[in-house]
C-alpha cells in the first residue's frame, strides 16, 4: 500500500459543454498514469451525472448536488461555459453560476478551492430568444467576473483538452506532498498497481510511423514515455533559452529514456521530430517541431498526439512547453521573420507614399504570435489602442492587414487581432 493524496476536482457548467466534461475524466486518468503518480497524487473528478443520486431536498435538486459535490471541500472547480448559462436556482441564475459562487466564496474565506474557468468561443447562431437570453447571462458572467480570477478561451474541444492538461499538470505542481500531509488535498492509501502498456506502439506499426527494421526495439507508447521520463527539475534561464538549448534538452531526453526503458522505441519515436524554431515567451516557449517524414506529421496531427511531444519537454523544463508542429520540407514563419517583413514592409511603403499615412497605420499594430500551418498561417496582431482594434474589426478591414504580410512572404497569411492588453496565446489565461 502506498499513501496517496487525493486532489478532488469538481466540475461545474451547463449541459451544452458535456463533451469537455467527458473529456476531463479522460484528462485525469491520463494524468493519474504520469505526473500525478509520480507525485503520489490522484485526481478525483466528481460531476452530479455520476456522482449526485435521485431525491428530494428542501431546497430543490441543486441542495442535493450540492450535498453530494460538497464544493467547499474540493481542491478544485473546473467551470465551463459556451453559450447555455443553465436553470436558474433559489439564489442564482443556474445552477453553474450557484457552484462557481459557492467555490468563490470558500477560496476568499479559505483560499481553497481553486477555480479554472473556460469559455468556449466556438462561433453559435442562436435560433431563438431563449437562447439568446442564455447566450447575453452567459455575457453577463463573463463580463463581471471576479477582479481576482482570470479565465481562459477556446474554441474546439481537441484545444481544450491541450489547454485543461497542460493548467492541471501547472496545478499538481504547486501542490506540496510531505511526510504524508497535504496543504490542499484528501489523503487515502490506495494500492498502486502498474498500468498496462499502451497500444501506441501498434498504432505507431499499423500507420507506417515504426519501422520494424531500425537497431531500435519496438515502442512502448505514452505510459512509457511518461514512466521514464522522471521529474528531473531541470531548471534552465529560460530567458536565453535557444534551439539548440532544446535540441541538447532534446537529445538528453532521448537517451534517458533509452537507458530506462526495455523497449528503447521511445527514444526512436522521439527521434523523427526536430526542433527548428523557438517562439512564445520565456515562461511559456513554443517550440517549433518538424516531423522526419508526413507519416510521422499526420500521427501526430490525425491523432492528436501532441501530449507525446510537449510531456518530452515539459519533464525536461519542469514548465508547460506548446509545440508547434509543421510537416517535413516545409519552411514554417517564425515570429521575429514576420516582424521583420511587418517593418520592411512599413519602410517601403513610407517610401512610395509622401503621405506616409499606410506606413503609419501599419505601426499601429504589433506582430505576437504565428498560428496555423506552414502553409496557411496565421499571424496573431494586437493593437495598440481599442480605437485601432474597433477600427479593423468593426469596419471588417482585416484585408489591409491580410496584404501587407502576403505581399512580403508571396502567399496567402491570415491575420488574427487581439485587442489592447489581452494575452493572445490560446494557452495563455486571458484576465478579465
Known amino acids: 500500500m502506498k499513501q496517496v493524496h487525493v486532489l478532488r476536482v469538481v466540475v461545474a457548467s ?5 463533451p469537455e466534461r467527458n473529456a476531463l475524466v479522460e484528462v485525469a486518468e491520463e494524468l493519474n498514469r504520469g505526473i500525478a503518480r509520480d507525485r503520489a497524487l490522484h485526481i478525483d473528478i466528481s460531476r452530479w451525472e455520476t456522482d449526485v443520486y435521485p431525491g428530494f431536498h428542501i431546497e430543490g435538486p441543486q441542495g442535493l448536488i450540492d450535498l453530494s459535490l460538497s464544493i467547499e471541500d474540493c481542491d478544485l472547480l473546473i467551470g465551463i461555459f459556451w453559450k447555455r448559462f443553465g436553470t436558474p436556482t433559489v439564489d442564482a441564475k443556474s445552477g453553474t453560476e450557484h457552484e462557481f459562487r459557492k467555490a468563490y466564496e470558500a477560496w476568499k474565506r479559505n483560499n481553497r478551492p481553486q477555480l479554472m474557468t473556460y469559455f468556449k468561443e466556438k462561433p453559435y447562431w442562436p435560433k431563438a430568444s431563449e437562447e439568446i437570453y442564455q447566450l447575453g447571462l452567459v455575457f453577463d458572467f463573463r463580463h463581471d467576473f471576479p477582479p481576482e480570477g482570470l479565465w481562459s478561451t477556446y474554441t474546439e474541444k481537441s484545444q481544450f483538452v491541450k489547454l485543461v492538461r497542460n493548467h492541471l499538470t501547472q496545478f499538481i505542481r504547486t501542490i506540496s506532498v510531505s511526510d504524508g500531509t497535504s496543504n490542499n488535498s484528501n489523503t487515502i492509501p490506495i494500492e498502486m498497481k502498474d498500468e498496462q502498456a499502451s497500444l501506441a506502439a501498434q498504432e505507431l506499426e499499423n500507420k507506417g510511423v515504426v519501422s520494424n527494421d531500425r537497431d531500435e526495439e519496438q515502442f512502448d507508447g505514452t505510459n512509457e514515455l511518461t ?9 534552465l534561464n529560460m530567458s536565453a533559452l535557444t534551439v539548440q538549448q532544446v535540441n541538447d534538452a532534446w537529445e538528453n531526453v532521448r537517451k534517458r529514456t533509452k537507458q530506462k526503458s526495455t523497449s528503447g522505441l521511445t527514444a526512436a519515436y522521439l527521434g ?8 512564445g515567451t520565456p515562461e511559456r516557449p513554443i517550440v517549433v517541431i518538424q516531423a522526419a517524414k508526413q507519416a510521422h506529421y499526420e500521427y501526430v496531427k490525425m491523432n492528436d498526439r501532441y501530449k507525446d511531444l510537449e510531456w518530452a519537454l515539459d ?18 514563419l517564425t515570429v521575429q521573420q514576420v516582424k521583420d517583413a511587418w517593418e520592411d514592409v512599413r519602410k517601403r511603403t513610407r517610401q512610395k507614399t509622401p503621405s506616409g499615412t499606410m506606413a503609419a497605420m501599419l505601426g499601429l499594430y504589433k506582430i505576437l504570435d504565428v498560428e496555423g500551418t506552414a502553409e496557411q498561417p496565421v499571424v496573431v496582431i494586437q493593437s495598440e489602442k481599442q480605437a485601432h482594434y474597433k477600427y479593423v474589426k468593426d469596419e471588417d478591414r482585416y484585408k489591409i492587414l491580410e496584404w501587407a504580410l502576403e505581399m512580403e512572404f508571396n502567399r496567402p497569411c491570415r491575420v488574427r487581432l487581439v485587442p489592447p492588453n489581452a494575452i493572445p496565446q490560446t494557452q495563455n489565461p486571458s484576465k478579465f
Open 315 to 332: 519533464m525536461e523544463f519542469s514548465l508547460p512547453c506548446r509545440v508547434r508542429l509543421v510537416p517535413p520540407n516545409a519552411i514554417p
Open 272 to 279: 523523427y521530430y526536430k526542433v527548428i524554431a523557438i517562439e
Open 14 to 18: 451547463p449541459g451544452d459543454v458535456q
Open 227 to 235: 514512466e521514464s521520463l522522471q521529474l528531473e527539475e531541470n531548471m
